[in-house]
C-alpha cells in the first residue's frame, strides 16, 4: 500500500472515531493549494535543461504551512500530497502552530554541480517567493537538500522580500540556523521512546534495541540512546548490517561509517544479513530508513516488543493488524520523528525574535513537547479506546478540525 493510500486510510479511520461530519472530512483531505512551476536553468556547458519544481500547501487552518522539499528524479505528484498531508497531522499532533506542506524538484542532484544546483535553487525560489514566506509557508530541507539549500532560498527570497531568516528552517547556524537541529529528530526519537518504556516501568537502560538506517536520525538514535544506557545490538544501512548481542561500540562504528561510507566491514561486530534485521531479536526496533518495509511478509517474524517508527511510514496498515494480534507496540512516526519539525519550530521562534537559544534550552524545550505529544496521545488512546497509532490520528485530526471550524470554514 502507498503512503497516500495508507494516510488517508489512517484519516478516514480518525475521521469516523470522531465522528466528524462528511463535508468537513472532505474538506479537510483536499489541499488548500498545488503549484508547478517551469525552472530552466543554463548548464555549466551552456545547454539549457528545464525542470518541474511544484509545492503542495495541504492546510493552514493552526498556523504557517510547514514542510520538506526534496530533489529527487521521482518526485510523484501522489506522494507529495501524502507527505503534505501527513505534516498537517504531525504539527499538530506537536501542537506547534504550523499546518502541512511538502515541494520539491523532479531531478537528479547527484548529476548537478553546485553551481547548477545554485541556480535551480534560485529559479524555484524566484517562481514561488510570493507563494511562500515566513507567516504563509516555511520550506526545509528533505531527500537531496541541506541547510545549503536553505541558504541559497533565504539569499533570493530576501532580494524580494528584505532579511527574512524566518522563511526557511534547517538552515546553517551562521545564518540563523537553531542548535541542536542536526540531532533534533533522533533525540526526539529517544524521548518518545523513554515516554512509551515509562509507561510500562522501564527504561532505556538494560533494554536491547535493533536500529535499521544509520544515516542522520539512526545515527543520532543509536548515539543518544547507547549514552543513555540503552544496548544497540544491530544496525544495518545500505551497504550491510552489523551486529553484536553484548551491544556494539556506536562512537567507533561512527567512525568506520564516515572513513568507508557506510558501516560494511565493522570488525566490532559479526555482519549480518540486512534482510534478517528487522527480525532479530530485541526489545525495541527502530525502522530509520525507508518507508514501507514492515509488511505482511515479515510481520509475522519480528520478535520485538515495541516498535518506535523513526521512519516515515514504515509499518504497512496490513502488518499493523498481524503486530496487534501478537501485542506489539508501535510509536507511530507522527509522534516518533516529530523531534525534527519541533526543532524548526524553535529555530522560527528564534528567528523571527531575533534572539537565539543554547542548546540546552533546546533540548529542554524538546523533550517538554515530546513528553508532552505523547500524553496526548494516550488520553485520546483513552478516550477512542484504539491504539496508538490511531490514537495520534485522531488527536492531530481532531486538533485541526477544531481550528477550522472555530475560524468559520462555511462562511
Known amino acids: 500500500m502507498n503512503a497516500l493510500a495508507a494516510t488517508n486510510r489512517n484519516f478516514k479511520h480518525a475521521a469516523k472515531l470522531l465522528g466528524l461530519d462528511s463535508k468537513l472530512e472532505k474538506s479537510l483531505l483536499i489541499p488548500f493549494r498545488e503549484i508547478k512551476v517551469e525552472c530552466t536553468i543554463p548548464k555549466d556547458d551552456g545547454t539549457l535543461a528545464s525542470y518541474v519544481g511544484f509545492r503542495v500547501q495541504h492546510d493552514n487552518a493552526r498556523g504557517p504551512m510547514k514542510g520538506g522539499i526534496r530533489y529527487h528524479p521521482e518526485v510523484d505528484p501522489d506522494e507529495v500530497n501524502a507527505l503534505a498531508q501527513l505534516m498537517t497531522w504531525k504539527t499538530a499532533v506537536a501542537n506547534i502552530p504550523y499546518g502541512g506542506a511538502k515541494g520539491g524538484i523532479g531531478c537528479t542532484p547527484g548529476e548537478l554541480s553546485v553551481s547548477e544546483l545554485e541556480r535551480l535553487t534560485r529559479v524555484f525560489t524566484q517562481k514561488i517567493h510570493d507563494l511562500i514566506g515566513i507567516h504563509t509557508d516555511v520550506p526545509a530541507p528533505d531527500m537531496g537538500t541541506n541547510p545549503q539549500t536553505m541558504a541559497w532560498i533565504l539569499d533570493e527570497y530576501s532580494k524580494f522580500h528584505g532579511y527574512s531568516p524566518a522563511v526557511v528552517t534547517g538552515k546553517p547556524v551562521d545564518l540563523g540556523g537553531s542548535l541542536g537541529r542536526d540531532a533534533a529528530t533522533g533525540r526526539g526519537v529517544l524521548f518518545a521512546t523513554e515516554a512509551l518504556l515509562a509507561e510500562y516501568g522501564k527504561s532505556i537502560s538494560g533494554q536491547r534495541f535493533v536500529i535499521q538506517g544509520f544515516g542522520n536520525v539512526g545515527s543520532w538514535a543509536a548515539q543518544l540512546i547507547s549514552e543513555a544506557g540503552g544496548k544497540v545490538i544491530a544496525i544495518s544501512d545500505v551497504t550491510g548490517a552489523v551486529k553484536n548481542s553484548n551491544g556494539l561500540d556506536i562512537s567507533k562504528l561512527l567512525k568506520h561509517s564516515k572513513e568507508n561510507r557506510g558501516i560494511e566491514g565493522f570488525d566490532g561486530g559479526d555482519s549480518l544479513d540486512p534482510n534478517s534485521l ?83 534550552k533546546v533540548n529542554s524545550e524538546l523533550k517538554t513537547y515530546m513528553t508532552r505529544g505523547f500524553k496526548d496521545v494516550k488520553e485520546m488512546c483513552k478516550t477512542h479506546n484504539c491504539d496508538l497509532r490511531m490514537g495520534a490520528f485522531s488527536l492531530g485530526v481532531n486538533r485541526v478540525a477544531r481550528a477550522t471550524v472555530l475560524r468559520g470554514w462555511e462562511a
Not at 510509536?331 to 524548526?344: C, F, K, Q, R, Y
Open 278 to 360: 528487522l527480525t532479530e531479536d530485541c526489545d525495541v526496533l527502530i525502522p530509520a530508513a525507508l518507508g514501507g518495509v514492515i509488511n505482511r511478509e515479515n510481520a509475522n517474524d519480528i520478535r520485538a516488543k515495541f516498535i518506535i517508527e523513526a521512519a516515515n511510514h514504515p509499518t504497512d496498515p496490513e502488518a499493523d493488524e498481524i503486530l496487534a494480534k501478537k501485542g506489539v507496540l508501535i510509536l507511530p512516526d507522527i509522534l516518533a520523528n516529530s523531534g525534527g519539525v519541533t526543532v524548526s519550530y524553535f529555530e522560527w521562534v528564534q528567528n523571527i525574535q531575533g534572539f537565539m537559544w543554547d542548546e540546552n
